[in-house]
C-alpha cells in the first residue's frame, strides 16, 4: 500500500497552522474521524514448512553448481522461513537498576513456536548449511551448525551423514591448527572465485564482529558512558551539552554507550543482526517472524527478551505499507506496553521541574543509557518538519498505531490480555509516536549511506560543531568518543554530526544541510570565521610564542614581536626557540610519515598511534586552525579510530 497521500488530504487540512503540541491535537482529531486506513488484518509473516523446503531445494541446487552465495542465501532463507520450535529454559539478563523507568524483559518463551517433531525443515536448513560452511573452511561454524540440525529435529536417518560431516569438520580442523594455513582449494591457483570472494568476506565480517570499543579508563560516576573529565552544562541559546573539567590530550577516550536502541534499513533485516548490526556469517532467526536475523544465541536472546517484542507481529505490514523510515517510532518503546508507557509519563509529568542540566537524571542523580528516563527528556523539535512532513509522520504514526492495536501487544492489561484502545488512548499513542520520531531522526547517528541508525541517550547530549573537538565511532550497536585536539577545560566538547567536518562543503551548504536536517543554525569558530575547504586552506599556521597569533609561515615569532625583540634575545632564549621549531617540524614529520604508510596500504599500529596523538597536541600547541596540517591529523586519527586502534 502506497504512503499517505499529502495531496489528496491537504485541502482537508488546511484549518491547521502548525502551533506545536495543539497542532497535533488538531490533526489526530481531524485524522481519526477522516482518515480511512485500510488495514484490517496484520500482514502474516507465515513460518512455512513447504517454502522452507523449497528454499532449501533451490539452495542444494545452487551448491551442486558451486554457487557459494546463492546456496548460502537460501539456505539462510529456508531457516528463517521454517517453523521454529519454542525457546525454552532460556535466561535472560536482568533488569539494569531495576527502576520504574527501566523496561521489562520478554521472555522468548512468548514468541511461541511449534513442537520439536514439526522442526525437520528447519534442522535440514541447518545441515544443509553446514555443508556450504565445511567447503568455505569456515569450520566452527560448520559445527555450530551441526549441533544446531541435531538439537532441532534433523530426521534420525540422515543424522549418520551429518556426524560424518562433523569427524572431517574436526578433522580438517585439527590439520589447519597443525599447519597454521588452511587446506583445500583456497590455497590453488585453481581455486573457485567465488568461493575465494565468500570466504574474504567472512574474513572481513568476522574482523569487525572481533572491534570492540575501547575501555572508558575513569567513568563519570553520574553518567558512567562518559569520562569523569565531562560533565553536563547548560546555554540559554543552545540548551545543554558536554563540557571539559579538566585538560584533555588528542586521543584520550571521553564516552562508551551502547545504543538503546538502533534500527536497520530493510535491505539489512536479512542480513545483519537485529540486535548488534553486524553482518550475520550464519544467522539464526526469530522464532515468531521471517523478518529479521541474529548473529549469535546472545544476541537473539538480547534482542527477542529487549527490543523486537512489538516490532515482531507488525514488521511484514511495516514493510508492506512503507512505514519503515518510521519504524524508529516504535522502537523507543522497546517492550513496553501502553499502560506501562502511560504510567511513566504520567509519573514524570507530575514531578517538579529540574535544572535543565539535571534532566534525565534519576531520583540517585545518575544518568542511565539502559533507561527511558534520558530517552524522555532528550531534545526534540517538530519544527524542523515542513508542514508536509509534518502530516506526513502523523499518519504514519496513525497507521503504526493501528498496526499496534491489531498486534494485541501494546495494549493490554496488567496480566498481559488484550484491551480495546479508547480513542484517548489511541491518539495519546500517535502523538507520542511522532515525538519519538522527531527524537530519534535528531539524536541518534550511523552509517553515512543511513542503512543503520543508533540512538545513544549520551550522544544526544553532546552538541554539533563544523570544527569538532571529538570524534564519535559506532562499532556495533556500541560507540565511543575521543578527543581530535588538546581541549582546555572549561571547553565545550563537541562532534560534527555531517561527514569530513568543514573541510568538503562551504559555510552556506553545511547551513543549509543543518537547519532542513538538525533544525539547527550553527555558530562554531569555523562558520563564524567562514573557513574556507580544505583545497584553499594553508599548509600550517604557526603560533607566535610571544604574543599567541597566527604567523603567516613557519617560526616562532611575528614580525612585530621580531622586530620589538630584536637584540633582546639571548642564547638561552635562542636554544629555546630553536627547541620549538624542531617541534613543530618534527610533528609535521610524524604526520607525513604516517600519511605515506596509509597511502602505500600500510598498517599504523597502536604505538604509532600514541605516537601521533603525541605529535598532533604538539601541532595544536604551536600552530592554530584553520590548516591543512591540523585537519589531517584530526581526519588521520579518525581512520585510525575506524581501524580499531583506540
Known amino acids: ?115 520439536l517433531e514439526k522442526c525437520s525443515a528447519f534442522g535440514k536448513g541447518f545441515a544443509n548449511r553446514s555443508a556450504v560452511m565445511l567447503d568455505l573452511g569456515e569450520y566452527e561454524k560448520c559445527l555450530e551448525d551441526i549441533d544446531l540440525a541435531l538439537e532441532y529435529g534433523y530426521p534420525e536417518e540422515l543424522r549418520p551423514k551429518l556426524e560424518g560431516r562433523r569427524l572431517k569438520c574436526k578433522e580438517a580442523q585439527r590439520q589447519e591448527e597443525a599447519s597454521n594455513f588452511r587446506h583445500g582449494p583456497r590455497d590453488f591457483l585453481d581455486v573457485n572465485l567465488e568461493k575465494r570472494l565468500l570466504q574474504d568476506a567472512f574474513k572481513k565480517v568476522k574482523s569487525a564482529i572481533a572491534q570492540k570499543p575501547p575501555v572508558l579508563k575513569d567513568p563519570n560516576p553520574c553518567i558512567p558512558a562518559l569520562s569523569s573529565s565531562v560533565k553536563v552544562s547548560h546555554w540559554p541559546n543552545k540548551g545543554r551539552g558536554l563540557v571539559a573539567t579538566r585538560d584533555i590530550k588528542p586521543g584520550e577516550v571521553l564516552s562508551v554507550e551502547r545504543a538503546f536502541a538502533v534500527v536497520l534499513g530493510q535491505e539489512l533485516l536479512a542480513t545483519n543482526c537485529s540486535t548488534c548490526t553486524h553482518k550475520c556469517v550464519n544467522p539464526l532467526p526469530c522464532p515468531g517472524c521471517s523478518q529479521v536475523v541474529f548473529c549469535s544465541r546472545s544476541c537473539q536472546v538480547k534482542g527477542l527478551s529487549e527490543d523486537h ?117 489511541f491518539l495519546d499513542t500517535c502523538k507520542m509516536l511522532v515525538n519519538n520520531y522527531a527524537k530519534f531522526i535528531q539524536n541518534s547517528f550511523g552509517s ?53 567536518f568543514f573541510s568538503i562543503h562551504p559555510r552556506h551548504q553545511r547551513q543549509r544541510n543543518l537547519v532542513s536536517d538538525m533544525g539547527i543554525v550553527c555558530n562554531c569558530q569555523a562558520c563564524e570565521e567562514n573557513w574556507p575547504t580544505l583545497l584553499h586552506l594553508p599548509g600550517i599556521r604557526c603560533l607566535c610564542v610571544n604574543c599567541k597569533k597566527p604567523l603567516s609561515d613557519v617560526g616562532v615569532y611575528c614580525n612585530k614581536c621580531l622586530e620589538r625583540l630584536r637584540g633582546k634575545l639571548d642564547i638561552k632564549t635562542a636554544f629555546e626557540l630553536r627547541i620549538i621549531s624542531e617541534k613543530i617540524m618534527s610533528a609535521l614529520g610524524v604526520l607525513q610519515q604516517m600519511q605515506n604508510k596509509v597511502a602505500q596500504g600500510e598498517l599504523i599500529s597502536k604505538q604509532e598511534f600514541r605516537h601521533l596523538c603525541g605529535a598532533s597536541e604538539v601541532a595544536f600547541k604551536y600552530s592554530t586552525m584553520p590548516s591543512k596540517a591540523l585537519v589531517s591529523f584530526m581526519k588521520l586519527m579518525v581512520d585510525c579510530a575506524d581501524n580499531g586502534l583506540m
Open 309 to 425: 517484542w512489538l516490532e515482531c507481529k507488525i514488521l511484514s505490514s511495516v514493510l508492506v505499507h512503507g512505514l519503515e523510515t518510521s519504524a524508529c517510532s516504535y522502537k523507543l518503546l522497546k517492550t513496553l506496553n501502553f499502560s506501562q508507557m502511560k504510567s511513566i509519563c504520567d509519573k514524570l509529568k507530575r514531578e517538579k521541574h529540574s535544572l535543565p542540566e539535571q534532566l534525565g537524571f534519576d531520583s540517585s542523580g545518575k544518568y542511565i543509557s539502559s533507561s527511558f528516563l534520558p530517552i524522555y527528556h532528550l531534545h526534540q523539535n517538530l519544527e524542523t518538519l515542513s508542514f508536509e512532513g509534518v502530516i506526513t509522520e502523523c499518519m504514519n504514526a496513525f497507521r503504526l498505531v493501528k498496526l499496534l492495536e491489531l498486534s494485541k501487544r501494546f495494549f493490554v492489561d496488567e496480566s498481559g490480555k488484550p484491551v480495546p484502545a479508547t480513542k484517548e488512548d
Open 448 to 500: 553515512p549511506r543511513l542503512e543503520v541508525r543508533v540512538l545513544s541517550p549520551a550522544k544526544g547530549l553532546i552538541n554539533h560543531a563544523c570544527s569538532p573537538v571529538m570524534s564519535l565511532q559506532l562499532v556495533g550497536r556500541e560507540s565511543f568518543s575521543f578527543a581530535l585536539k588538546p581541549i582546555a577545560a572549561g571547553e565545550e566538547l563537541t562532534i560534527s554530526y555531517i561527514p569530513d
Open 1 to 115: 500500500m502506497a504512503g499517505f497521500d499529502f495531496g489528496k488530504q491537504a485541502s482537508d487540512l488546511t484549518f491547521v497552522h502548525y502551533r506545536g503540541e495543539r497542532c497535533l491535537d488538531e490533526i489526530f482529531e481531524w485524522a481519526w474521524d477522516n482518515y480511512h486506513f485500510d488495514c484490517k488484518a496484520l500482514e502474516e509473516s507465515v513460518k512455512s514448512e513447504d517454502r522452507a523446503n523449497m528454499l532449501r531445494l533451490l539452495g542444494n541446487q545452487c551448491y551442486k553448481a558451486q554457487n557459494y552465495l546463492e546456496a548460502l542465501k537460501s539456505y539462510n532463507l529456508s531457516i528463517m522461513a521454517a517453523p521454529h520450535p519454542v525457546l525454552s529454559n532460556i535466561r535472560i539478563e536482568e533488569t539494569e537498576g531495576n527502576t520504574v523507568f527501566d523496561f521489562p524483559r520478554i521472555n522468548p518463551a512468548r514468541y511461541g513456536g511449534v513442537a
